[in-house]
């Protein structure tokens, strides 16, 4: 897959989403979430980009922390039922303003985040359950609080765990 230009979308960060009445992980067990993006300076601190489900139940998020020194870091969140799975670490710092690869994996109840192709962290969800609501919002929680500043090249869904040497990295 080409890298995106001319034809990725540009949010900026105050009032630009796109709301779809649509959940693609919609009853699946196993699934694989990747998004190429490029998160861009001058941007809030907490940012969600792409929100999956419902607004305050079972739902998944992307986000990204930003740090003072031009830097952001994954934050990848999941509930389902009363279980919850946050991934994040300021251990795993990224220059802003360059496309990068993201990938979600969920597979028996696991979660794996990776940014170009590499585990950054993982985690579990006690008794997962398959989010069976919701829509998807993209550039912004479905609430419309902590927009997304940046470009969003495509989000591709899997309806399997994949393997990282099936990712889509560009």
């Not at 419902?54 to 986000?63: A, G």
């Not at 765990?161 to 560009?170: G, N, Q, R, T, W």
């Amino acid at each position: 897959m080409p890298k995106p230009t001319s034809n990725a979308l540009h949010f900026n960060g105050s009032e630009d989403a796109i709301f779809i009445e649509e959940n693609p992980i919609k009853g699946l067990n196993s699934f694989t979430i990747e998004v190429y993006f490029k998160p861009e300076t001058k941007g809030a601190k907490a940012q969600r980009f792409l929100h999956l489900g419902s607004i305050d139940d079972d739902r998944l998020l992307f986000e990204t922390r930003l740090t003072d020194d031009g830097h952001w870091y994954l934050d990848t969140y999941i509930k389902s039922g009363d279980s919850d799975c946050v991934l994040k670490s300021s251990a795993f710092l990224h220059p802003l303003n360059q496309w990068y690869h993201l990938a979600l994996v969920v597979e028996n109840g696991k979660m794996k985040n990776y940014v170009n192709g590499t585990l950054e962290l993982e985690g579990v969800v006690n008794n997962f359950k398959p989010i069976s609501v919701g829509q998807t919002s993209i550039g912004v929680r479905q609430n419309k609080v902590h927009w997304f500043k940046g470009e969003i090249g495509w989000v591709k869904v899997s309806p399997k765990a994949l393997e990282p040497s099936k990712f889509e990295i560009p």
